[in-house]
């Protein structure tokens, strides 16, 4: 079983940034990680995702080169490092895993994931 847990959300203004952790409670290996987002009336979006064998980004066009995904070396904690917070990134902020390396084919494609958290409320006004 995996338990991940969300924190580091919050109030910010444009052009702010935010650092989100996502703590893992597992003995299983997990293959990918990933952040996803869901802002009021939209669908959910991928907008990170890091495979851990060999430490690959994936990252969604609309936070490319403003967020950073990362893992601590342990491999137990997620981090995604927001810049430059536009309004637009308003959303509640979930964390995903996934121990089956095999089932993920499309990294920030959510249905793949096997495992999420509960989320953390980003809020960024302009």
């Known amino acids: 079983q995996v338990q991940l847990v969300e924190s580091g959300g919050g109030s910010v203004e444009a052009g702010g940034s935010l650092r989100l952790s996502c703590a893992a409670s597992t003995s299983s290996y997990l293959y990918f990680m990933a952040w996803f987002r869901q802002a009021p009336g939209k669908e959910r979006e991928g907008i990170a995702a890091f495979r851990a064998v060999n430490r690959q980004e994936y990252y969604a066009d609309s936070v490319k080169g403003r967020f950073t995904i990362s893992q601590d070396n342990a491999k137990d904690t997620l981090y995604l490092q927001m810049n430059t917070l536009k309004p637009d990134d308003t959303a509640m902020y979930y964390c995903?895993?996934?121990?089956?390396?095999?089932?993920?084919?499309?990294?920030?494609?959510?249905?793949?994931?096997?495992?999420w958290g509960q989320g953390t409320q980003v809020t960024v006004s302009s």
């Open positions: 995903a895993a996934d121990s089956v390396g095999s089932a993920i084919s499309q990294p920030l494609a959510g249905a793949e994931y096997e495992y």
